[in-house]
């Protein structure tokens, strides 16, 4: 999985505008041209670490009342995704650190909860 901390966005936000942001630590910078604000945005984000530029503005975020995301509407399409699904949450819930902070789980617990989602998912 990649590290989505380094995700930065970078944008023309209008003609003579253009804007960077990086939505995980909350650093923005703006620019007259994408040089600008890609430099300001170095100069604020400092060694933080490499830095994956995405070419174009976030997502907004999703208002109460919309519709449900289309991996939501394709679990609930699906038989096997929606098998899955329930598994997947039920083993969630019952090796979730909240609910046993202090749990140790052998390679056989482990081994069961593949086989487990394995199953559910054929």
């Not at 997502?59 to 995704?81: L, Y």
Request: charged letters at 30%; aromatic letters at 10%; glycine letters at 8%.
């Amino acid at each position: 999985m990649k590290n989505r901390f380094n995700d930065t966005y970078i944008w023309q936000d209008g003609r003579y505008s253009w804007m960077a942001w990086n939505k995980a630590v909350g650093i923005g910078a703006t620019g007259l041209d994408r040089a600008e604000a890609e430099r300001t945005f170095k100069a604020e984000w400092g060694d933080r670490g490499e830095i994956n530029w995405i070419e174009n503005p976030p997502e907004p975020p999703r208002r109460p009342g919309e519709p449900a995301t289309p991996i939501a509407d394709a679990i609930e399409a699906s038989d096997e995704h929606r098998r899955g699904h329930s598994v997947y949450r039920r083993l969630l819930a019952e090796f979730h650190p909240d609910k046993n902070p202090d749990a140790i789980y052998s390679a056989g617990d482990v081994t069961r909860v593949i086989v487990e989602m394995w199953q559910a998912c054929r």
